[in-house]
């Protein structure tokens, strides 16, 4: 199955996974096509998985545990969603947009604003907030193909400075400088 979104972390208030299940439900009870798959381990886990079961959401959002490899999983999402109220500095954005992945994410402190520029790279919603995130989902939701492409490619050069290479230049400039 290739057609969900992805979310990643742990399954902690910080993440706010709960707070992703309650404002993506309207969109799933409209379309049963939309699905959300979310991988992580944490102290919510339970309260996650009775959300996910009170909103009668188990066909459409699946819970899967920690991988040390998760790749494959974006790379095959249809989109990257960060829900987080705060991160440091969040490095799954920078590994979604190496993938070519769209991005949908709050605009919490430390990292996500400034690794999307803003919203050039990727559509933010206010944190927390779920009218914010049902308008910007419903809008991430209907991307055509040339928006995508947009966002992914500023996204993509954006994140190189974030690379081995990148970094590496950036020692040896100190170094040849010594």
């Known amino acids: 199955e290739r057609d969900y ?3 990643i972390g742990r399954l902690t208030r910080q993440k706010n996974f709960k707070f992703l299940i309650k404002s993506i439900a309207p969109f799933i009870k409209k379309n049963s096509e ?4 979310i991988f992580g381990e944490g102290e919510q886990k339970n309260e996650i998985i009775s959300l996910i079961g009170k909103l009668n959401l188990k066909n459409n959002i699946k819970l899967f545990p920690y991988k040390d490899n998760i790749y494959n999983y974006i790379h095959n999402s249809n989109g990257f969603i960060l ?15 190496f ?11 430390n990292g996500p604003e400034e690794i999307l520029d803003y ?3 990727g559509i933010l919603f206010k944190n927390n907030n779920e ?6 989902f419903n809008i991430f939701y ?3 193909q040339k928006s995508k492409l947009k966002y992914t490619l500023n996204a ?3 994140v190189k400075k974030f690379g081995f290479f990148s970094h590496y230049k950036k020692l040896r400039n100190i170094l040849d400088d010594l």
Do not use: H, M, Q, T
């Open 119 to 121: 919203g050039k790279n």
């Open 34 to 37: 939309i699905k959300l798959y």
């Open 131 to 136: 009218n914010s995130f049902r308008e910007n």
């Open 142 to 144: 209907k991307l055509d």
């Open 83 to 97: 829900s987080s109220l705060w991160e440091d500095p969040g490095f799954v954005l920078v590994e979604a947009a």
């Open 156 to 158: 993509k050069k954006f």
């Open 99 to 109: 993938l070519n992945k769209p991005i949908l994410s709050s605009n919490c402190k």
């Open 5 to 7: 979104f992805i979310s």
